[in-house]
């Protein structure tokens, strides 16, 4: 369950800000380096300039963004290291990479599995934020997106999840993590472009259960 605000400012280190909102972008540092990648590369180079104009509004409304980021099985791995992998060793993932990057202030958290919540410290920075609402974006949809909305809404998150800020494999598989999030968990799939980010900031936000943009 989203436990709200902590209660202690200094528990477990503060964080600089607070937002009711927050944006993820789930796997977005990410070499893509598997066989038959060439068509999600096709498709998450666009995806991610949609998403880097996103964040920039985002920013201006001080919306923070949070990297989740697989540990690419290695547990030695640091967050700075796989940026710097996916930036300098001519990986498929290079130039979302390359669009996406970090800024210093920007969040990040590690995790093991398809879930952005599961073994994460993710809970207890939202808790520290404030954090109601999750944007989440990146890749791909149908596993860690669609797992991620799924841990979020058990814990009574509002998810917006914007359709064009999203990839996977396929656009059917895509279509229907989407649609999965829109009808089971009660998601707003609202396209990026669409978002009105002042209203969520403040507790508006869109209608739930938009139709697929």
């Not at 927050?22 to 796997?27: G, K, M, P």
Request: charged share 25%; proline share 5%.
């Amino acid at each position: 369950m989203n436990r709200g605000p902590a209660k202690n400012a200094d528990l477990h280190g503060s964080v600089p800000e607070s937002s009711p909102v927050a944006l993820l972008l789930i796997d977005v540092i990410n070499d893509l380096t598997f066989q038959g990648s060439e068509p999600l590369v096709r498709q998450a180079v666009p995806m991610a300039r949609r998403l880097a104009a996103l964040k920039r509004r985002a920013r201006a409304v001080n919306i923070p963004a949070i990297y989740i980021n697989d540990n690419f099985g290695r547990w030695q791995s640091d967050f700075r290291k796989i940026v710097d992998h996916c930036l300098h060793d001519g990986v498929p993932g290079e130039a979302v990479a390359r669009i996406l990057e970090p800024a210093d202030d920007d969040y990040f958290v590690l995790n093991p599995k398809h879930s952005a919540f599961f073994e994460t410290t993710l809970d207890t920075l939202l808790a520290y934020l404030g954090a109601k609402t999750l944007i989440m974006c990146g890749i791909a949809g149908n596993i860690c997106i669609l797992f991620s909305a799924n841990d979020a809404y058990m814990r009574d998150y509002n998810i917006v999840v914007p359709a064009d800020c999203v990839v996977s494999n396929t656009a059917e598989e895509n279509d229907y993590a989407l649609q999965q999030i829109r009808r089971v968990m009660k998601g707003d799939v609202t396209a990026s472009t669409d978002l009105d980010l002042d209203a969520l900031v403040h507790g508006a936000g869109t209608e739930r259960g938009d139709t697929l943009a």
